[in-house]
């Protein structure tokens, strides 16, 4: 015969309900409060970038925050918001790329892969949109040419975490965004 585990008395319930509300409740606190974007540092990786906001995915940065961004060799400065990296410029202006290697995606022969919307497509390093954004999915320039895709998809991620895009349909682009056999 199966013993049956009796129901909890109403005031055990009543314990297990309270510290459940609590966790959730100290969650989403912490949730709220964490920072609405993080800059990529050499030195401590994402910290708290005061001063930036996320306004329809665009993101917003006080004349200080942009001050106190690190910018590299090409005047770009990385943040992590919206829930993806963005290269934000000196003056302000910002382009989302794809994430690569747990970071910003580095410019190849002078092009970002970009996203806008769900698209990705090749921006100059003044994020000028030089190919526009109507692949799901578009591997960096390599020698004038870059493979990208239509109606591919992610895959599972391996054992160090990358994604592999799997089916739709494949082919290779000039830099003017021309199919290239």
């Known amino acids: 015969m199966t013993a049956r585990s ?3 008395s109403s005031a055990s319930g009543r314990l297990v309900r309270s510290l459940a509300l ?5 969650s989403g606190a912490a949730w709220a409060q964490a920072p609405a974007c ?3 540092t050499e030195e401590q990786g994402l910290v708290a970038l005061p ?6 995915h665009q993101l917003k940065l006080s004349a200080d925050a942009l001050k106190g961004l690190q910018y590299d060799a090409q005047g770009l400065a990385v943040v992590h918001a ?3 990296f963005h290269y934000v410029a000196r003056r302000g202006r910002s382009l989302p790329v794809l994430a690569w290697d747990n970071g910003a995606d580095t410019p190849q022969e002078g092009l970002l892969r970009g996203r806008v919307g769900d698209r990705v497509g090749y921006f100059d390093l003044q994020f000028r949109q030089v190919i526009p954004a109507l692949f799901d999915f578009a591997w960096p320039f390599e020698d004038g040419v870059a493979e990208v895709c239509n109606g591919c998809r992610r895959g599972t991620p391996d054992g160090d975490g990358h994604t592999p895009m799997e089916g739709g349909e494949w082919f290779r682009i000039d830099r003017m965004g021309r199919w290239v056999k």
Request: glycine share 24%; with cysteine.
């Open 82 to 84: 919206d829930g993806g």
């Open 38 to 40: 993080t800059q990529l």
């Open 51 to 56: 001063g930036c906001e996320v306004d329809g």
């Open 22 to 26: 609590c966790g959730l409740l100290a």
């Open 6 to 8: 009796e129901r909890p």
